[in-house]
């Protein structure tokens, strides 16, 4: 159980352009959804937290124009990278907690690798 | 300033030989959990401890949390070449209003057959 998907796995785009991350909880409904940033050989930093229905809540130093969250159901959040540049490849992961997960655990997706031209 | 500091970073062994890999902090944790992540995919739970002194067994891992969970290890006994990856300790805390997990820098771990 507690299943998290990620789509798509990784994307290639062109300076400028939008590109959105869908997150999936597979078998379990998720409250609350985070999106992580990791570069390379780092550890992951936390990007914001969103619970559903309401509107997410940035980490200091994340644009929340640029990277906009939507948790419009228990089962799904979504990551807009907006006008994306260069310095925004990376590995986008996200994870999830439902209602019933204990000690606050996450489980997190496979992640996505999104590299801007 | 990091808040959870993992270490070693980096650290390459024999197999057959023992590690253990510490995350410690000033601050206290209502628990800490460890990952272990493969390059290109995401963190993988191994363990959730959450009351202070714990200690879990997981195989060939023992993690133990801290008396004042604030500190937390991670050994591996008889290390093989399959437990080769990042590990990365999680603690959970709350603040602006929501429970979340700060991530230490994780440690890259390569055990050489």
């Known amino acids: 159980g507690a299943v998290v998907s990620q789509h798509p796995s990784r994307v290639i785009c062109k300076s400028g352009t939008s590109v959105k991350i869908e997150c999936r909880s597979l078998?379990?409904?998720?409250?609350?959804m985070f999106w992580y940033r990791q570069f390379p050989k780092q550890s992951l930093m936390l990007m914001a937290t969103?619970?559903?229905?309401?509107?997410?809540?940035?980490e200091q130093g994340v644009e929340k124009d640029k990277f906009l969250i939507n948790h419009a159901s228990l089962t799904l959040s979504t990551l807009t990278v907006t006008s994306a540049h260069p310095e925004d490849s990376s590995f986008y992961i996200c994870?999830?907690?439902?209602?019933?997960?204990?000690?606050?655990?996450?489980?997190f997706g496979p992640g996505t690798r999104l590299t801007v031209l | 300033t990091q808040l959870l500091e993992q270490s070693p970073q980096f650290l390459s062994i024999q197999e057959g030989e023992n590690l253990t890999v510490y995350c410690n902090s000033s601050?206290?944790?209502?628990?800490l959990q460890w990952y272990r992540q493969e390059p290109g995919e995401g963190p993988v739970l191994l363990v959730t401890?959450?009351?202070?002194?714990e200690v879990k067994k997981l195989k060939r891992l023992t993690f133990q949390f801290g008396d004042a969970r604030k500190d937390s290890s991670l050994h591996i006994t008889a290390a093989q070449p399959g437990d080769t990856g990042l590990y990365l300790c999680?603690?959970?805390?709350?603040?602006?209003?929501?429970?979340?997990?700060?991530f230490g820098q994780g440690t890259r771990l390569t055990i050489n057959p």
């Open positions: 994870s999830a907690r439902g209602v019933a997960v204990p000690s606050n655990e996450q489980f």
């Open positions: 078998d379990f409904q998720a409250t609350t």
């Open positions: 969103s619970n559903e229905g309401s509107k997410a809540t940035y």
């Open positions: 601050s206290v944790f209502s628990s």
């Open positions: 401890v959450v009351t202070g002194g």
């Open positions: 999680a603690g959970a805390r709350r603040y602006q209003g929501a429970q979340k997990l700060v």
